[in-house]
């Protein structure tokens, strides 16, 4: 998959820059890498985190229960969907499929993740991250989990931008591609 | 541009998530160890012999008799700074995960104990059970479980303290 992913990005690149040449914007063609490194970034990294998850939704629904945030009810069919969202969230980020639609959600998962991390350290919750690894001794959430959070978060919110500000046509490959 | 990517999101981003539904329900419909999506909470289900634990879960009910009957060790798994502000009568502190290491200091109680039981607060929270199995693994019997004990305990209005007991 990483191989398809990479030959059309080349592809797309090659297409944007002959483009740009042609009507001689020549900074649009910097301006145009960022969001494509963002884009791969941020759906490789979600890719990766819903592998655990899906592998084993048992131990994914104890970390979500141990948030203490959803009602009781709720903590089963969000640990057995939540999974494939990120991993349908990060097929479209790297295929540079529906990116209105992808980008925004993903801006909106990772704000609620970090709500939810800063409200449980801010009440002193010792909870497990939950976020790559479903293994609830193995992670446990600290200040620099949100970090890294935010990290990702400022990372979505600036492709959500760039593709709303420039349209979806100068981030995607595959159409260009096609 | 913004008004025509706006557009778009809005019919793409509901279309991933019923698809994310779609497939999430879907698979969970269709494993061998599919998780129940009404009735039990995560926690509780968990407790379930597919983990290979016996760790039997107990109610408010059987956790009145037996503390009655002190019959019963309770243990409190939650961080030291919680069980400080308040606990069930006579329970020792024994905070998941440090209980690894902290255990032996209460080793001896723990061998006296007819019966252990072992709560956190909450129904999802799995500081309980993670002990209660550390527990039965070093070879503790009749290790229980009290799902959202310290919650259920205090509105039954029984017997708690805020202080340690004497040892511990």
């Given at each position: ?39 791969l ?7 990766y ?39 349908l ?54 200040w ?35 | ?29 269709w494993?061998?160890?599919r ?19 016996d ?25 030291a ?88």
């Open positions: 998959m990483a191989d398809k992913m990479h030959s059309s990005d080349t592809t797309a690149a090659a297409a944007t820059a002959a483009s740009e040449e042609k009507t001689g914007a020549r900074v649009g063609r910097q301006a145009g890498i960022l969001p494509v490194a963002l884009r970034l941020v759906g490789a990294v979600f890719l985190a819903s592998y655990d998850k899906i592998l084993h939704p048992g131990d994914f629904a104890r970390a979500v229960g141990n948030y203490q945030l959803l009602p009781a009810a709720a903590v089963n069919p969000v640990a057995v969907v939540l999974p494939w969202m990120e991993l969230l990060g097929i479209f980020l790297l295929a540079g499929a529906w990116l209105p639609g992808a980008t925004v959600l993903s801006t909106l998962l990772l704000t609620v993740f970090s709500g939810a991390l800063i409200f449980n350290l801010a009440r002193g919750l010792d909870v497990s991250c939950g976020c790559f690894s479903t293994q609830i001794a193995g992670s446990p959430a600290t620099w989990t949100v970090a890294r959070d935010f990290a990702l978060l400022a990372a979505s919110i600036w492709l959500t931008v760039s593709v709303f500000s420039s349209g979806p046509e100068n981030h995607r490959g595959q159409d260009a591609a096609r | 541009m913004i008004s025509r990517s706006a557009k778009k999101a809005l019919w793409q981003a509901p279309l991933l998530v019923l698809l994310a539904l779609a497939i999430g329900m879907g698979v969970n419909q494993r061998s160890d998780l129940a999506l009404v009735g039990e909470p995560a926690a509780i289900a968990s407790l379930g012999p597919g983990n290979g634990v760790e039997p879960a107990i109610d408010l009910a059987e956790a009145r008799r037996l503390f009655d009957l002190e019959e019963a060790l309770f243990l409190d798994a939650r961080p700074s919680q069980y400080a502000e308040g606990h069930i009568r006579g329970a020792l502190n024994l905070s998941w995960p440090q209980a690894e290491t902290e255990f032996i200091h209460v080793a001896d109680r723990l061998d006296a104990a007819r019966v252990i039981i072992t709560y956190c607060d909450g129904e999802t929270c799995t500081l309980s059970h993670d002990l209660a199995r550390f527990l039965t693994d070093m070879g503790f019997g009749n290790v229980r479980v009290f799902v959202n004990g310290w919650t259920l305990w205090r509105q039954a209005g029984l017997p708690t303290e805020t202080k340690t007991p004497g040892n511990g």
